[in-house]
């Protein structure tokens, strides 16, 4: 792929941003199904998980679920570059390394590539993922807070 020129550019924009739609969809529908679980687990458990474990280890599993979901959506980056043959490397395991440090950092990491573009697209999506995941996390805290809080209270 040509990695210049304005046709290159509005080539980049028309695949990036459907992919960014769909790794949005993608966590939305992941986070979502996290919070039903976490929420039904709350319920089943009737108060017996209550005190700082039960509030650590929701909130600890919450974290590293929201985290597995993030490394997938940095795969199917990883996935759409090496089926465009974005990268100079065609081996997947060079484009999932190359993808997870777009996905997971700023675009630094970008100018190196031959299609800028679509890394700082790619760091815009992941801004945007952790960004919804920052607010998730904050909101299933202020859900099992009480668990945390019972256990400090009878202390």
Same mark, same amino acid.
């Given at each position: ?11 980049? #924009?028309? #695949? ?14 992941? *986070?979502?199904?996290? +919070? @039903?679980?976490?929420?039904? %687990?709350?319920? &089943? ?11 650590? %280890? ?5 974290? /590293?679920?929201? $985290?597995? *979901?993030?490394?997938? @959506? +940095? ?8 089926? /465009?043959?974005? /990268? ?5 395991? =060079?484009?999932?390394?190359? &993808?997870? =440090? =777009?996905? %997971?950092?700023?675009? &630094?990491?970008?100018?190196? !590539?031959?299609?800028?573009? =679509?890394?700082?697209? &790619? ?9 919804? $995941? $920052? +607010? ?8 099992? #807070?009480? /668990?945390?809080? @019972?256990?400090?209270? !009878?202390?």
């Amino acid at each position: 792929m040509n990695s210049s020129g304005v046709g290159s550019w509005i080539a980049d #924009w028309a #695949w990036s941003m459907p992919l960014i739609v769909l790794t949005v969809v993608i966590h939305v529908s992941g *986070l979502a199904l996290i +919070a @039903e679980r976490v929420i039904g %687990l709350q319920g &089943e458990s009737g108060g017996r998980r209550s005190g700082m474990p039960g509030f650590v %280890l929701v909130v600890g599993s919450t974290a /590293l679920l929201a $985290t597995l *979901l993030h490394g997938n @959506e +940095a795969a199917i980056w990883a996935a759409s570059y090496w089926i /465009l043959r974005a /990268l100079p490397d065609v081996r997947i395991s =060079d484009a999932l390394l190359a &993808e997870r =440090d =777009d996905y %997971l950092r700023s675009c &630094e990491f970008v100018s190196r !590539k031959p299609l800028a573009v =679509d890394g700082a697209l &790619e760091a815009l999506c992941g801004m945007l993922t952790f960004g919804l $995941t $920052t +607010a998730f996390l904050f909101a299933i805290i202020q859900k099992v #807070w009480p /668990l945390g809080h @019972e256990g400090l209270r !009878k202390a």
